[in-house]
């Protein structure tokens, strides 16, 4: 199984990068998961990476586009509440990229 | 995006010149134990991986006389060799269909024929070593099982039976591909693709609620393991999820409460896709068919209606009743099962839902058929429904449509590249390269006829455009749900909608649906 090494530790990751102990997730994690996939982590990619962690603390799932668009209009503005505004920050698309910083298992299936 | 380069688009689909090994490599992501061992395989190559591989052969030629055929009859006639998309983005030849086939049958040859066994040289038939799996691994992982080949085919080889049965043995020596088997083993667990769990997918219908009501003024539902409603929903979990997917569930919702049907998904059984077969395994097709059964008969429904999902249809339409049957509990006037494009055209034709196609004025349409509608089921009562009626679905709710090349489309049409099990991340190269030939019958029509929008009745594709249409320079919400169309221009009644078009009184009787 391969690793990343953060602030010292070891952390073990799947084939595709994403963690295999969910439990192993703090935030320099995502750090260092962007930097590997040369995405820089401001402000507004914590925002969604928390609202991640929150609904998946709930739900034991990432939550549906829908449900995360709706979320970052209401709390960033409507204009940045759309898949496009996702796919900016996280260019490999919402549902797996920043899953994956997240520290959130990977959306399978038809998607 | 990743390291590979997006085939150009050619001026002619000319056959393309061979790039030998061009796609050779270890294949897709291989399974685990802790995947596998629930779907019945072992989750590592045993021992004697040899012996149990041709035991399997052997047991699938006994079991399916059409492999045996299909090993036997090829003539090299060379029809299939251009008829792949995978062949025609990636130029590697053991991607023709034939060659491909190739693949199994010289083992075939080596142990089940006379020829093969005395003098395996004349007759190239090789031995099964460690190589010829990883060579089967790889390159049965390279076919969506879509089946164009086989339309073209004198002799009626069907391609994707024998990837299914590679696949197959291949699964019984602890070599099966992590993407299918992960996702059945959800389905077993969670009860659905996504692993979408019962409090999450109800929070994500009671949304959709909220928001239809919102913008329409009717309170829809979308009810989850709702007993006593008329039918029961068997739809991909993708449209509870992603985007164009849920589109088109918000659309058969407002369909179904505008005709009257009461309906429910069910959180067991949330799941419409089986990729039972896109592994090639009867068993877990018949154990996934049966969560459908179950849910019916334990939500007392009468009816089962089937969402927007290719190979779901194709296995509800084509085998359902013999894995799960006989569903004699449920209302025999109603087709068993029906597809939501049947429920929604019906009503088209007896005038029970009024579409304002004006609604869909900004766009331009063409229709995508997804494989395993296409080539492997029916719609309606008549022969090529599975082609007319969602054509005939969203003309009624858009007025500009433009069919794309002929020879892409309806039993011709050109798999999206993500079918069969291959859409997964891993596979972003042969997904890409795939698409070529469908992409270039798009851009044909964008260019000559003002396309501007694709849409497709499989969540498999759906999310398949999502990701390939930017490689070819379109936008990636180009592709949307055949049902986001008829949200878009559905009027129901008493709604907000109808208020703007008829003025604030209603009319009894003011239903006229537009032709």
Known sequence: MATISVEGKEIEVDEEGYLVNLADWFPAVATEMAKIDEVDLGDDHWDIINFLREYYEEYQIAPAVRVLTKAVAKKLGKEKGNSKYLYELFPYGPGKQACKFAGLPKPTGCV | ?515
């Open chain 2, 1 to 515: 995006m990743a390291d590979f380069e997006t085939p150009k688009f050619r001026e002619y689909p000319v056959v393309p010149q061979i790039k030998p090994d061009a796609m050779a490599g270890d294949g897709p992501f291989v399974s685990r134990a802790e995947f596998d061992t629930d779907l019945g395989y072992p989750g590592e190559l045993p021992e004697n991986w040899k012996e149990k591989t041709l035991d399997k052969m052997q047991d699938l030629l006994g079991r399916y006389r059409s492999l045996q055929v299909f090993m036997d009859s090829c003539i090299k006639c060379g029809a299939c060799t251009d008829k792949c998309h995978y062949f025609i983005g990636t130029n590697d030849p053991k991607n023709m269909p034939v060659a491909r086939q190739d693949l199994m049958r010289k083992v075939y040859r080596r142990y089940f024929t006379f020829a093969g066994k005395y003098f395996p040289g004349l007759v190239g038939a090789v031995d099964l070593t460690e190589d010829v799996l990883k060579e089967w691994y790889n390159y049965y992982h390279q076919c969506s099982e879509c089946r164009r080949c086989s339309v073209f085919c004198p002799m009626g080889i069907d391609t994707a039976e024998v990837t299914m049965a590679a696949r197959e043995m291949l699964a019984h020596v602890g070599y099966a591909q992590k993407y299918s088997n992960q996702i059945i083993q959800k389905v077993y667990k969670i009860g659905n693709n996504l692993g979408l769990p019962g409090p999450a997918l109800k929070g994500i219908l009671e949304d959709l609620e909220e928001e239809v009501e919102e913008d329409t003024g009717v309170p829809v539902k979308y009810h989850m393991d709702k007993e006593g409603v008329e039918a029961l929903l068997m739809t991909p979990s993708a449209d509870f999820f992603a985007e164009p997917h849920i589109d088109g569930l918000i659309g058969y919702g407002k369909v179904l409460h505008e005709l009257g049907i009461t309906w429910t998904v069910s959180s067991k059984a949330s799941e419409a896709a089986n990729f039972g077969l896109f592994i090639g395994s009867y068993d877990n097709m018949q154990r996934i068919s049966m969560r459908i059964r179950e849910a019916a008969i334990e939500l007392k429904v009468k009816r089962i209606i089937f969402g927007e999902c290719g190979h779901a249809w194709r296995v509800a339409y084509s085998f359902l009743n013999t894995l799960a049957g006989p569903f004699d509990f449920l209302d025999q006037n109603y087709p068993i099962p029906q597809h939501i494009l049947e429920v929604t055209y019906g009503a088209l034709q007896e005038g029970k839902l009024r579409l304002n196609k004006e609604e869909n004025d900004h766009l331009t349409m063409t229709f995508h058929d997804s494989c395993n509608v296409a080539r492997a089921s029916r719609m309606g009562n008549k022969p090529g429904g599975q082609f007319d009626i969602p054509r005939a679905v969203i003309q009624a709710a858009c007025n500009n449509y433009v069919d794309m090349d002929s020879d892409t489309i309806k039993d011709a049409t050109f798999c999206c590249g993500g079918g069969g099990g291959i859409l997964t991340d891993d596979l972003m190269e042969l997904r890409v390269k795939g698409a070529l030939p469908r992409m270039e019958a798009l851009r044909q029509v964008t260019e000559e006829s003002g396309v501007t929008n694709i849409a497709a009745i499989c969540a498999i594709c759906k999310s398949q455009f999502t990701k390939t249409l930017p490689y070819y320079g379109f936008e990636m919400d180009a592709i949307m749900s055949v049902h986001q169309l008829v949200s878009e221009a559905i009027v129901m009644t008493g709604s907000e909608q109808e208020k703007e078009l008829d003025g604030v009184e209603d009319e009894e009787g003011t239903k006229e649906p537009e032709e």
